[in-house]
T-cell receptor, first 110, second 113 residues
């Protein structure tokens, strides 16, 4: 069963435009949610996690339990934001098992 | 620290051959994970270790796959015999605790002909 869904494989915006990368999950408990990012020729790395409630590189993500979503947002996209973004989930009952979505390739055009 | 180190970066082999992928986690990390990435299935957890002990290997596809962690600084993922459907990028990652930030290696791209 697909636990993390990222409906868009590809997303393109122009520099300065707002961007939202969608992530929906299926889990009835209290999940821990993450966004990982892979820039070109770099390693997959953590961008942010919902319990931190941080803004990293201008990105924020809010956990909406009612809609079971954890969308990643940035008000003004930059060219250097172009990358592959993965939403991921840990269920409380299976610590260590991180479920990844299929990823969204974001391209920010100049 | 150089981060998680994986070798080889690329491997091309023929069906039926044995493949061994290697990983050195970040020093001090007690958890080590092996992931496989394919177009069809995305990133899947194969197995993870805590203090060198396998904790969850339910993601290992079949008996052809085996993983070991003989000490805190080294792990291997072995496929014997390899098949074309094993072609994928295999990632190793490590972390301080099971729900913590994962630090990934650069991956080993395996092609089985």
């Amino acid at each position: 069963a697909q636990r993390v869904t990222q409906p868009e494989k590809l997303l393109s915006v122009f520099k300065g435009a707002p961007v939202e990368l969608k992530c929906n999950y299926s889990y009835s408990g209290s999940p821990e949610l993450f966004w990982y990012v892979q820039y070109s020729r770099q390693r997959l790395q953590l961008l942010l996690r919902h319990i931190s409630r941080e803004s990293i590189k201008g990105f924020t993500a809010d956990l909406n339990k009612g809609e079971t979503s954890f969308h990643l947002k940035k008000p003004f996209a930059q060219e250097e934001d172009s990358a592959m973004y993965y939403c991921a989930l840990i269920r409380g009952s299976t610590l260590g098992r991180l479920y990844f979505g299929r990823g969204t390739q974001l391209t920010v055009w100049p | 620290d150089a981060g998680v180190i994986q070798s080889p970066r690329h491997e091309v082999t023929e069906m039926g051959q044995e493949v061994t992928l290697r990983c050195k986690p970040i020093s001090g990390h007690d958890y080590l994970f092996w992931y496989r990435q394919t177009m069809m299935r995305g990133l899947e957890l194969l197995i993870y270790f805590n203090n060198n002990v396998p904790i969850d290997d339910s993601g290992m596809p079949e008996d052809r796959f085996s993983a070991k962690m003989p000490n805190a600084s080294f792990s291997t993922l072995k496929i014997q015999p390899s098949e074309p459907r094993d072609s994928a990028v295999y990632f190793c990652a490590s972390s301080f605790w099971p729900a913590g930030e994962l630090f990934f290696g650069e991956g080993s791209r395996l092609t089985v002909l």
